[in-house]
């Protein structure tokens, strides 16, 4: 099965510092939409695993949250393709919880759900906490450099994190290689 992780902010819409509070100001990144539903029409299926520790801030509710991932699969459905499983950690930094990135309880949710193993399993991210989380678990992390990514290109990376534009540029890559 090909099946492909990626972070939500910054990697598929537009990130923000005061976090995305609502659905309008949740605003696809250019070509992302496109992206999905090309991979998903070449037979990925993309799963998505986004911290919102927004919901615990009191910043947005869940309907809200669950608004922005319809609105999501809503666009892909209208390139023709479609969004896998959204999971997505709803806890505060300070909660220790298991889903939070960098811990990779929220990717193992997601292999576990299709029955496929992590290794080597493509996980695209913008922060640092999304390529680690990937490493804990022996999944390939990937770099975009749109949202946090450039910022976070400053870092030091985990052990052969590959490295990306955008998610445009990983569609193209997977799809045609
Ligand atoms: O990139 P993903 O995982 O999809 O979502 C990130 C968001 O939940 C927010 O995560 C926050 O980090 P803290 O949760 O406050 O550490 C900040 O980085 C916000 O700018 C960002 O919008
Ligand atoms: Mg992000
Ligand atoms: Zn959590």
Same mark, same amino acid.
């Given at each position: 099965m090909k099946l492909l992780i990626l972070d939500r902010d910054g990697v598929i819409n537009y990130d923000s510092d005061a976090y995305i509070k609502s659905v309008e100001e949740w605003i696809p990144l250019p070509g992302s939409i496109e992206a999905i539903a090309q991979l998903s029409k070449a037979g990925w299926t993309v799963a998505v695993a986004t911290n919102q520790s927004g919901i615990a801030r009191g910043y947005y509710d869940l309907a809200t949250l669950d608004a922005m991932h319809e609105r999501l699969r809503a666009l892909v459905a209208e390139q023709g393709g479609e969004v896998g499983l959204i999971v997505y950690c709803p806890h $505060? /930094?300070?909660? $220790? #919880?298991? #889903?939070? =990135? /960098? =811990? /990779?309880g929220m990717l193992k949710n997601i292999a576990a759900h299709y029955n496929v193993?992590?290794?080597?399993l493509w996980f695209v991210g913008d922060s640092l906490g999304d390529l680690e989380a990937a490493k804990a678990v022996d999944s390939q992390p990937v770099l975009v450099k749109t949202g946090k990514g450039e910022k976070t290109l400053g870092k030091t990376l985990p052990a052969g994190t590959l490295i990306f534009d955008d998610l445009a540029a990983i569609a193209a890559e997977l799809i045609h290689n």
């Open positions: $505060g /930094p300070d909660e $220790g #919880c298991d #889903c939070r =990135k /960098p =811990k /990779p193993s992590l290794t080597n």
